[in-house]
């Protein structure tokens, strides 16, 4: 069984896809009476008209989640026009560190992604609430970037985006790192089309798209969603796939006790590998300015 806490948009969403695609039964968890009773009736309906042989409960209960494989951690304040993901920080945290104790408390087995921002930061706040082993909190926010990049060089180079094969890693933030030297277009690599100031030019689109959705529908929720279900498929049916998320670092890229996203590998266990690039001089820079927000965050956190 796979447990959402938060039934919001991106949460219903995300158990949407994952039940769509027959991944396990699902259960929403939400505060907001009747908001995930009737996601599940929702939803439900849907299912039953594309044939979708998987349960779905709603409720206020998290004692619904107990023995959950996965739990999906969205709960918390969505991010507003004019707002970064770091100014979400004082007000998430305690709703983040609650529900992650509830999860804990019925799921004590289950691998927790965390999607709630500012996600690294909330990631960290979900390993220290929960004492799960690091490995088992992973959080959700490279696939959704790289979601963004592919998007970008689509558009910039005219190809199908099932031509490319791209890498971001860092920060999910305004310090995220497409890796374009990691990039490639049918196997043609990046760099050997695109020239120096051109590259710079789609990194920096990249990182400015979620503003843009942010300020035209208020939030981004479709992305998002397709990011969760795609790591609720590698635990779940533990496919130790490898994808870029936030995992938290042991001396890898010369960094210790912070979370941050890399490729690795997500299968049953949680992140059984991580993947460890070597960068350039100013890749790690920018990957080192994005450890060092992250850092600036988790010591601005309140008592938790």
Known sequence: MIGFVGAGRVGAQAALEVASLG?????????????AEG???????????????????????????????VVVITAGLARKPGMTRMDLLGKNAGIVSSVAK????????????????????????????????????????GVLDLSRFKHVLSLKLGVSRSSIMALVIGEHGENM???????????????????????????QSTRQVAIDVISKKGATVDAPANAIARMVKAVAWDRREVLPASTFLDGRYGVEDVGIGVPLMLGAKGVEKVYELELDEKERAQF?????????????????
């Open 23 to 35: 991944v396990d039964d699902v259960v929403l968890v939400d505060i907001v009476p009747g908001l």
């Open 39 to 69: 996601e599940e009736l929702d939803i439900s309906h849907k299912l039953s008209e594309t044939g979708v042989d998987v349960s779905v409960t709603g409720s206020s209960d998290y004692s619904n989640i107990r023995g959950a494989t």
């Open 102 to 141: 509830e999860a804990a408390r019925y799921a004590p087995d289950a691998v927790l992604i965390t999607v709630t921002n500012p996600m690294d930061v909330m990631n960290y706040v979900v390993q220290r609430a929960t004492g799960f082993p690091k490995s088992r909190v992973v959080g959700m926010g």
């Open 177 to 203: 790192l497409p890796l374009a030297r990691y990039t490639s277009i049918g196997g043609v690599p990046l760099t050997s089309i695109l020239n120096e100031k051109e590259i710079e030019e789609t990194i």
């Open 288 to 304: 080192m300015k994005g450890v060092e927000t992250i850092r600036e965050g988790v010591a601005a956190l309140p008592p938790l």
